[in-house]
Nanobody, 128 residues
């Protein structure tokens, strides 16, 4: 059974930092692009950031650029989201996802429907 499990969420004060992890099991995602999305209460799920299969290409939503950093560890089959300078508007459930078998450069990595595997999410609450 393929699973993605997020961890590391919690309550943090504005200006603080958190590091989220996404651990994969049941399949290696060594060749997959992976992504973070987030969903605030009553809002749609939004793209946060993407990392390609080898980490050579990373992209972020404008709202988090310069504050969030995505990385991955193939040996551990994990992906990370380092968040700093957190703001109240960063409060959301954060989801990781992975694509499977999509051709390089031929799809929109900001669209949730292009991902095949999803975690259950981890809640990040930023108090102002």
């Amino acid at each position: 059974q393929v699973q993605l499990v997020e961890s590391g969420g919690g309550l943090v004060q504005a200006g603080g930092s958190l590091r989220l992890s996404c651990s994969a099991s049941g399949r290696t995602f060594r060749s997959s692009g992976m992504v973070w999305f987030r969903q605030a209460p009553g809002k749609e799920r939004l793209f946060v950031g993407f990392i390609n299969w080898n980490g050579a290409f990373v992209d972020y939503a404008e709202t988090v650029k310069g504050r969030f950093t995505i990385s991955r560890d193939h040996g551990k089959n994990e992906m990370y989201l380092q968040m700093s300078s957190l703001k109240a508007e960063d409060t959301a459930i954060y989801y990781c996802a992975a694509e499977w078998g999509r051709p390089s450069g031929d799809w929109d990595y900001t669209k949730a429907e292009n991902y095949d595997y999803w975690g259950q999410g981890t809640l990040v609450t930023v108090s102002s």
